[in-house]
Protein backbone atom coordinates (compact mmCIF):
# COMPACT_ATOMS: atom_id res chain seq x y z
CA UNK A 1 0.00 0.00 0.00
CA UNK A 2 1.76 3.40 -0.98
CA UNK A 3 0.19 5.84 1.18
CA UNK A 4 0.63 9.53 1.10
CA UNK A 5 1.02 11.89 4.11
CA UNK A 6 -0.42 15.54 3.16
CA UNK A 7 -1.68 18.21 4.66
CA UNK A 8 -3.49 21.68 4.08
CA UNK A 9 -3.16 24.94 6.47
CA UNK A 10 -5.16 27.89 8.03
CA UNK A 11 -2.62 30.04 8.84
CA UNK A 12 -2.30 33.86 9.31
CA UNK A 13 0.32 35.72 7.32
CA UNK A 14 1.08 39.00 6.89
CA UNK A 15 2.73 42.11 4.87
CA UNK A 16 6.40 40.86 7.00
CA UNK A 17 8.30 38.77 4.84
CA UNK A 18 10.74 37.83 7.41
CA UNK A 19 7.85 36.94 9.89
CA UNK A 20 6.06 34.95 7.14
CA UNK A 21 8.99 33.11 6.60
CA UNK A 22 9.32 32.29 9.79
CA UNK A 23 6.14 30.63 10.10
CA UNK A 24 6.37 28.91 7.07
CA UNK A 25 9.67 27.23 8.34
CA UNK A 26 7.42 26.37 11.67
CA UNK A 27 4.92 24.83 9.66
CA UNK A 28 7.21 22.61 7.21
CA UNK A 29 9.22 21.51 9.94
CA UNK A 30 5.93 20.23 11.41
CA UNK A 31 4.11 18.84 8.70
CA UNK A 32 7.78 17.00 8.00
CA UNK A 33 8.15 15.63 11.94
CA UNK A 34 4.28 13.83 10.96
CA UNK A 35 5.59 12.87 8.10
CA UNK A 36 3.61 14.48 5.82
CA UNK A 37 5.45 14.73 2.00
CA UNK A 38 2.83 17.42 0.69
CA UNK A 39 2.23 20.30 2.21
CA UNK A 40 -0.31 23.53 1.18
CA UNK A 41 0.25 26.89 2.12
CA UNK A 42 -2.54 29.51 2.06
CA UNK A 43 -2.75 32.21 -0.86
CA UNK A 44 -0.47 35.10 -0.30
CA UNK A 45 1.20 33.53 2.01
CA UNK A 46 4.86 35.05 1.27
CA UNK A 47 3.99 38.93 1.73
CA UNK A 48 0.32 38.94 2.83
CA UNK A 49 -2.75 39.39 0.93
CA UNK A 50 -4.91 42.57 -0.07
CA UNK A 51 -6.38 44.50 2.79
CA UNK A 52 -9.55 44.78 1.16
CA UNK A 53 -12.28 43.47 -1.86
CA UNK A 54 -12.61 46.79 -2.57
CA UNK A 55 -10.20 48.70 -4.60
CA UNK A 56 -7.47 48.36 -2.06
CA UNK A 57 -4.77 50.04 -4.37
CA UNK A 58 -4.60 53.31 -2.29
CA UNK A 59 -4.37 51.53 1.03
CA UNK A 60 -1.01 50.57 0.86
CA UNK A 61 1.64 49.15 -1.91
CA UNK A 62 0.36 45.69 -1.76
CA UNK A 63 2.42 42.81 -1.08
CA UNK A 64 5.90 42.71 -2.13
CA UNK A 65 6.58 40.97 -5.75
CA UNK A 66 8.68 38.25 -5.71
CA UNK A 67 10.69 36.93 -9.05
CA UNK A 68 10.12 33.13 -9.64
CA UNK A 69 13.97 32.50 -9.93
CA UNK A 70 14.80 35.18 -7.47
CA UNK A 71 15.82 34.97 -3.91
CA UNK A 72 12.97 34.41 -1.69
CA UNK A 73 11.29 31.46 -3.84
CA UNK A 74 14.96 29.78 -3.48
CA UNK A 75 14.67 30.48 0.25
CA UNK A 76 11.09 28.54 0.28
CA UNK A 77 12.57 25.45 -2.02
CA UNK A 78 15.58 25.18 0.72
CA UNK A 79 12.85 25.23 3.73
CA UNK A 80 11.06 22.51 1.90
CA UNK A 81 13.62 19.88 1.36
CA UNK A 82 11.98 16.83 0.42
CA UNK A 83 8.86 17.74 1.19
CA UNK A 84 6.48 19.22 -1.63
CA UNK A 85 5.40 22.48 -0.76
CA UNK A 86 2.70 24.59 -2.33
CA UNK A 87 2.82 28.25 -1.63
CA UNK A 88 1.34 31.75 -2.39
CA UNK A 89 2.82 34.65 -3.16
CA UNK A 90 2.94 37.97 -5.46
CA UNK A 91 4.55 37.37 -8.45
CA UNK A 92 7.12 39.60 -10.30
CA UNK A 93 6.23 38.99 -14.03
CA UNK A 94 9.15 39.32 -16.58
CA UNK A 95 6.52 41.59 -18.58
CA UNK A 96 6.26 44.08 -16.12
CA UNK A 97 3.07 42.90 -14.46
CA UNK A 98 2.21 41.52 -10.99
CA UNK A 99 0.47 37.88 -10.70
CA UNK A 100 -0.99 36.39 -7.19
CA UNK A 101 0.53 33.46 -7.64
CA UNK A 102 0.73 30.00 -6.21
CA UNK A 103 4.42 27.97 -6.72
CA UNK A 104 5.14 23.96 -5.83
CA UNK A 105 8.77 23.89 -5.04
CA UNK A 106 11.06 20.79 -2.99
CA UNK A 107 14.67 21.33 -2.30
CA UNK A 108 15.20 20.48 -6.01
CA UNK A 109 13.53 23.81 -7.11
CA UNK A 110 10.37 25.39 -8.65
CA UNK A 111 8.00 21.89 -10.03
CA UNK A 112 5.12 24.23 -10.89
CA UNK A 113 3.76 27.78 -10.89
CA UNK A 114 0.32 29.19 -11.14
CA UNK A 115 -0.70 32.59 -12.07
CA UNK A 116 -4.69 33.21 -10.75
CA UNK A 117 -7.22 33.26 -13.48
CA UNK A 118 -10.32 34.22 -11.83
CA UNK A 119 -10.10 38.01 -9.70
CA UNK A 120 -13.09 38.78 -7.98
CA UNK A 121 -14.62 42.21 -7.10
CA UNK A 122 -11.22 45.10 -7.53
CA UNK A 123 -8.69 42.02 -7.36
CA UNK A 124 -7.93 43.31 -10.93
CA UNK A 125 -6.78 46.61 -9.50
CA UNK A 126 -3.45 45.04 -8.12
CA UNK A 127 -3.14 41.64 -9.99
CA UNK A 128 -2.63 40.76 -13.94
CA UNK A 129 -4.45 37.95 -14.71
CA UNK A 130 -3.35 34.36 -15.81
CA UNK A 131 -4.47 32.75 -18.65
CA UNK A 132 -4.23 28.62 -17.88
CA UNK A 133 -4.80 25.90 -16.47
CA UNK A 134 -2.01 22.86 -16.14
CA UNK A 135 -1.32 20.29 -13.95
CA UNK A 136 2.78 19.11 -13.68
CA UNK A 137 4.27 15.72 -12.05
CA UNK A 138 5.60 16.29 -9.02
CA UNK A 139 7.80 13.41 -5.94
CA UNK A 140 4.26 12.89 -4.73
CA UNK A 141 2.34 12.73 -7.74
CA UNK A 142 0.73 15.14 -10.57
CA UNK A 143 -0.68 17.62 -9.16
CA UNK A 144 -2.78 20.75 -10.36
CA UNK A 145 -2.94 24.26 -8.43
CA UNK A 146 -5.53 26.90 -8.36
CA UNK A 147 -5.97 29.89 -6.41
CA UNK A 148 -8.98 30.99 -4.53
CA UNK A 149 -11.90 32.27 -6.64
CA UNK A 150 -10.80 29.68 -9.23
CA UNK A 151 -12.43 27.15 -7.41
CA UNK A 152 -15.78 28.90 -8.12
CA UNK A 153 -15.55 27.78 -11.65
CA UNK A 154 -15.67 24.04 -12.63
CA UNK A 155 -13.92 24.41 -15.64
CA UNK A 156 -10.85 25.02 -13.64
CA UNK A 157 -10.87 21.96 -11.98
CA UNK A 158 -11.83 19.84 -14.85
CA UNK A 159 -9.06 20.89 -16.89
CA UNK A 160 -6.45 19.77 -14.27
CA UNK A 161 -8.26 16.95 -14.01
CA UNK A 162 -8.39 16.37 -18.08
CA UNK A 163 -4.74 17.02 -17.62
CA UNK A 164 -3.65 13.78 -15.66
CA UNK A 165 -4.16 15.89 -12.21
CA UNK A 166 -4.47 13.19 -9.83
CA UNK A 167 -4.31 15.60 -6.65
CA UNK A 168 -5.76 19.74 -6.83
CA UNK A 169 -4.52 22.03 -4.54
CA UNK A 170 -6.52 24.88 -4.18
CA UNK A 171 -4.95 27.95 -1.80
CA UNK A 172 -6.90 30.64 -0.71
CA UNK A 173 -7.16 33.87 1.00
CA UNK A 174 -11.03 32.88 1.08
CA UNK A 175 -13.09 36.21 3.36
CA UNK A 176 -16.00 35.93 5.48
CA UNK A 177 -19.19 37.15 3.89
CA UNK A 178 -18.95 41.01 3.45
CA UNK A 179 -22.59 41.41 3.89
CA UNK A 180 -25.20 40.15 6.81
CA UNK A 181 -21.53 39.22 8.17
CA UNK A 182 -22.56 36.21 10.77
CA UNK A 183 -20.73 36.92 14.22
CA UNK A 184 -20.01 32.79 14.17
CA UNK A 185 -17.64 32.01 11.30
CA UNK A 186 -18.96 28.20 10.88
CA UNK A 187 -21.94 29.81 10.41
CA UNK A 188 -20.80 32.28 7.91
CA UNK A 189 -22.31 31.84 4.29
CA UNK A 190 -19.25 32.50 2.69
CA UNK A 191 -17.32 29.43 4.64
CA UNK A 192 -20.35 27.45 3.38
CA UNK A 193 -19.84 28.03 0.05
CA UNK A 194 -15.84 27.21 0.55
CA UNK A 195 -16.36 24.07 1.88
CA UNK A 196 -19.22 23.52 -0.65
CA UNK A 197 -16.46 24.80 -3.88
CA UNK A 198 -13.74 21.97 -1.75
CA UNK A 199 -15.87 18.98 -1.64
CA UNK A 200 -17.57 19.78 -5.32
CA UNK A 201 -14.48 20.11 -7.22
CA UNK A 202 -13.39 16.81 -5.54
CA UNK A 203 -16.06 15.07 -6.35
CA UNK A 204 -16.99 15.69 -9.61
CA UNK A 205 -13.57 15.21 -11.20
CA UNK A 206 -13.50 12.27 -8.77
CA UNK A 207 -9.45 13.91 -7.76
CA UNK A 208 -7.85 14.49 -3.91
CA UNK A 209 -8.33 17.96 -3.24
CA UNK A 210 -5.96 19.77 -0.62
CA UNK A 211 -7.60 23.35 0.17
CA UNK A 212 -5.15 25.70 2.57
CA UNK A 213 -6.42 29.20 3.44
CA UNK A 214 -5.62 31.85 5.60
CA UNK A 215 -7.09 32.32 8.97
CA UNK A 216 -7.19 35.33 11.13
CA UNK A 217 -8.02 39.00 9.75
CA UNK A 218 -6.04 41.52 7.55
CA UNK A 219 -7.06 44.68 7.07
CA UNK A 220 -10.98 44.27 6.98
CA UNK A 221 -11.00 41.05 5.80
CA UNK A 222 -11.90 38.04 8.42
CA UNK A 223 -10.86 34.68 6.64
CA UNK A 224 -12.48 31.66 7.35
CA UNK A 225 -9.89 29.17 7.85
CA UNK A 226 -11.25 25.98 6.84
CA UNK A 227 -8.46 23.85 5.34
CA UNK A 228 -9.07 20.45 4.64
CA UNK A 229 -7.92 17.37 2.63
CA UNK A 230 -10.96 15.63 0.41
CA UNK A 231 -11.00 12.37 -1.25
CA UNK A 232 -12.18 11.34 -4.50
CA UNK A 233 -15.70 11.06 -3.39
CA UNK A 234 -16.13 14.41 -1.86
CA UNK A 235 -15.56 12.74 1.95
CA UNK A 236 -13.71 15.33 4.19
CA UNK A 237 -10.74 13.52 5.71
CA UNK A 238 -9.44 16.52 7.56
CA UNK A 239 -10.45 19.98 8.31
CA UNK A 240 -9.30 22.44 10.59
CA UNK A 241 -12.61 24.13 11.14
CA UNK A 242 -12.46 27.70 11.25
CA UNK A 243 -9.30 27.98 13.32
CA UNK A 244 -5.56 27.92 12.54
CA UNK A 245 -4.27 24.68 12.33
CA UNK A 246 -3.32 21.87 9.94
CA UNK A 247 -5.71 19.21 8.63
CA UNK A 248 -3.57 16.31 8.10
CA UNK A 249 -4.85 13.11 6.16
CA UNK A 250 -2.86 9.84 4.59
CA UNK A 251 -4.67 8.00 1.27
CA UNK A 252 -3.19 5.60 -0.95
CA UNK A 253 -3.95 8.31 -4.15
CA UNK A 254 -3.96 5.99 -7.01
CA UNK A 255 -5.61 3.27 -5.52
CA UNK A 256 -8.14 6.37 -4.02
CA UNK A 257 -8.90 7.24 -7.74
CA UNK A 258 -9.08 3.80 -9.04
CA UNK A 259 -12.00 3.27 -6.82
CA UNK A 260 -13.62 6.39 -7.37
CA UNK A 261 -13.81 5.74 -11.15
CA UNK A 262 -14.45 2.05 -11.20
CA UNK A 263 -17.90 2.00 -11.96
CA UNK A 264 -18.75 5.84 -12.65
CA UNK A 265 -15.74 7.35 -14.45
CA UNK A 266 -17.15 11.00 -14.24
CA UNK A 267 -14.16 11.99 -16.67
CA UNK A 268 -14.25 8.95 -18.94
CA UNK A 269 -18.02 9.55 -19.26
CA UNK A 270 -18.35 12.90 -20.24
CA UNK A 271 -19.77 14.24 -23.21
CA UNK A 272 -18.13 16.67 -24.47
CA UNK A 273 -20.01 17.19 -27.90
CA UNK A 274 -23.07 17.55 -25.58
CA UNK A 275 -22.00 20.83 -23.57
CA UNK A 276 -22.54 23.72 -26.19
CA UNK A 277 -25.82 25.54 -26.02
CA UNK A 278 -27.98 25.44 -29.18
CA UNK A 279 -27.07 28.10 -31.95
CA UNK A 280 -23.81 28.77 -29.77
CA UNK A 281 -20.53 29.85 -31.68
CA UNK A 282 -17.53 28.35 -30.70
CA UNK A 283 -14.16 29.27 -31.13
Not at 261 to 282: E, F, I, K, N, W
Amino acid sequence: MNTLRMAAVAAEFGRDLEEDFLTAERLVRAAREQGVRLLALPEACLGGYLLSLDDSSELDAGPPALALDGPEIRRLAALAGETTVVAGYCEAGPDGHRYNSVVCVTGDGVLGNHRKVHQPLSEDASYASGDRFHAFDTPVGRIGMMICYDKAFPESARALALDGAQIGVCVSAWPGARTNASADLERDRWKRRFDLFDRARALENQIVWLSANQAGTFGSLRFVGSAKVVDPGGEILADTGVAAGTAVAELDVVRALETARRSMGHLRDRRPDTYTPAGAVTA
